[in-house]
């Protein structure tokens, strides 16, 4: 005889809890494993240190430290953009403020007005930012050498002596500061021959370009003005100067015309 | 490695077919637009902005695309238990791991490279000339992004709240660009205490600085060939850590 049962189908007892992921192609060594594991993380830690080291050896970052970067009112904007990983980018937004510090409306010309009294200190401070930025120190070294109602020519050399020591190699830097030194002493063919120099690399700011041609143009060298001003109307780059590119030229073959 | 490459297949289906991925897509694209537009205030040195602002962009929609997606990658799937479905395939949680971190940073990688084709079409139409240097700061950039998606991994596993993990993560990223400036403090402190403090956490924080070749391509002196073999197995270096660690991490949780 069956004895009575209220549950004729008992539910059947759980499964065993089986860790998940844990459970399959398992070692059937763990004690070996973990050893194992411990070995490889013993040698990325070895690698890690050493190849620390080896980096640090071969090359040191090129860059000044935070106590030598010019902090004025944006001194917030460009720590943090540095510290965020984008130093080019920090410097190419110092020097568009730059830019804009500088702006006259249109192209800076020799007898531009205005004093740019903290042009020098502008200029610092991308150069300190990004060392290695040649247009900020050749642009700056113009405006403070060159125009009529600047004129501090020592602030010039200051901004150059250090695009040299930054950029020993570059001799466009020492260029410049023989035209500026000759310029002082009002010896105009000297400056002229060293400008040259300076105008022959491709990346030679318009600006320098115009200083140039203007100085032909005072020591009476008119064609080689009238080919300069030319050659900057056919470069993209110098946009900026090409009404005033196109005035010159005009100019300059009139007083052709009537001379010849 | 089949069950690695199971999920490093999936791992990017799952990340190419997210919205998320397109919208950073678009913004990148706006980026390059944008940078156009801001690159022409710059005068002649257009061509020099329009560069710097096509790589930071890249590298920064990158960094924060891996973050986000590297923090709530296991979290998200530990919340919704979908990973127990994974778990109970023969799958070890260390090629699940593996997996799922190759199958994302992968994904961020042709982000990255199809951003580098716009970006360098943009750059020719400006006049740019290519040059072996961008592919290198490219690749350092994507190195950077491989060891801050590692970190972002081990911060999540670390900690049980994606917002946690992702500020240590950009704190992280953060302070290894200040750790060339941290060392530089440590030699000037006087207090041994402090200078012990200092070299630790510049030894455990991965120094940023050096993946930024972008920055100092143009100074007079270069790194020798060697230096960026030893930046790859540094790279590989950390990223292997913070891998370890994650996978002892998870290794520790129950489900």
Redesign the interface.
Same mark, same amino acid.
């Given at each position: 005889m069956e004895l009575y049962s209220p549950h004729p189908n008992p539910p059947a007892p759980p499964p065993p809890a089986i860790p998940v992921g844990n459970h399959s192609r398992g070692s059937p060594y763990p004690h070996r494993e973990r050893g194992f594991q411990c070995l490889i993380l013993v040698g990325l830690v070895s690698l890690l240190i050493f190849s620390q080291r080896k980096i640090r050896s071969l090359y040191t970052l090129p860059f000044p430290h935070f106590q030598e970067l010019v902090l004025g009112p944006e001194g917030l904007q460009d720590v943090v953009t540095i510290l965020a990983g984008f130093r080019s980018v920090a410097a190419d937004v110092a020097w568009v403020q730059l830019l804009q510090n500088t702006s006259s409306g249109g192209p800076l010309e020799e007898n531009a007005q205005g004093t740019f009294l903290t042009l020098k200190k502008d200029t610092l401070r991308v150069t300190r930012i990004d060392p290695y930025f040649r247009e900020a120190y050749l642009f700056s070294a113009g405006i403070l050498a060159w125009f009529q109602h600047v004129n501090r020519p020592e602030e010039a050399l200051d901004i150059l002596r250090e695009g040299i020591r930054n950029n020993p190699n570059d001799w466009v830097f020492r260029s410049y500061v023989g035209a500026i030194v000759y310029k002082r002493k009002e010896d105009f063919g000297k400056v002229a021959s060293l400008l040259e120099d300076a105008v022959r690399q491709p990346d030679c700011p318009g600006l320098v370009k115009a200083i140039l041609a203007n100085t032909y143009k005072k020591t009476g060298q008119y064609r080689k003005a009238l080919n300069l001003w030319e050659s900057i109307l056919d470069d993209p780059r110098n946009s900026d100067y090409h009404a005033r590119a196109r005035e010159q030229i005009r100019e300059l073959e009139g007083s052709f015309n009537r001379r010849y | 490695m089949k069950a690695i490459s199971a999920i490093i297949g999936y791992t990017l289906k799952q990340h190419l077919r997210h919205r998320m991925y397109l919208t950073v897509g678009l913004f990148g694209l706006v980026l390059l637009g944008g940078s156009l537009v801001?690159s022409s205030?710059?005068?002649?040195?257009?061509v020099?902005?329009l560069l710097?602002?096509g790589l930071?962009g890249t590298?920064?929609l990158a960094l924060l695309a891996i973050v986000f997606v590297m923090v709530n990658l296991i979290l998200e799937e530990i919340d919704s238990r979908s990973?127990?479905l994974i778990?109970?395939h023969? +799958?070890?949680?260390s090629e %699940?791991i593996l997996g799922r971190f190759l199958g994302t940073f992968l994904s961020i990688a042709m982000g990255m490279a199809a951003m580098a084709v716009l970006h360098v079409g943009v750059l020719m139409l400006a006049?740019w000339s290519p040059r072996w240097i961008y592919a290198i700061a490219w690749a350092s950039s994507l190195g950077?992004v491989a060891v801050v998606g590692s970190l972002a991994l081990l911060l999540s596993l670390f900690s049980t709240s994606a917002a946690s993990s992702m500020t240590f993560t950009i704190f992280f990223?953060?302070l290894?660009?200040?750790s060339?400036?941290l060392r530089?403090l440590g030699e000037k402190a006087g207090n041994g205490l402090v200078k012990a403090l200092i070299w630790m956490i510049g030894?455990i924080t991965p120094?940023?600085? %050096?993946?930024?070749i972008?920055?100092?391509w143009?100074?007079?002196?270069q790194?020798?060939p060697?230096?960026f073999g030893?930046?790859a197995? %540094?790279t590989?270096? %950390?990223v292997? +850590?913070c891998l370890?660690l994650s996978n002892f991490l998870f290794?520790q949780k129950?489900?």
């Open positions: - | 801001v205030l710059a005068a002649e040195e257009q020099r902005m710097d602002l930071a590298e920064l990973i127990t778990l109970a023969p +799958v070890r949680r %699940y006049g950077k990223w953060i290894g660009h200040f060339e400036e530089f030894e120094n940023f600085s %050096y993946y930024n972008r920055d100092f143009a100074a007079p002196l790194p020798p060697a230096w030893w930046m197995a %540094y590989l270096a %950390y292997g +850590v370890f290794s129950e489900f």
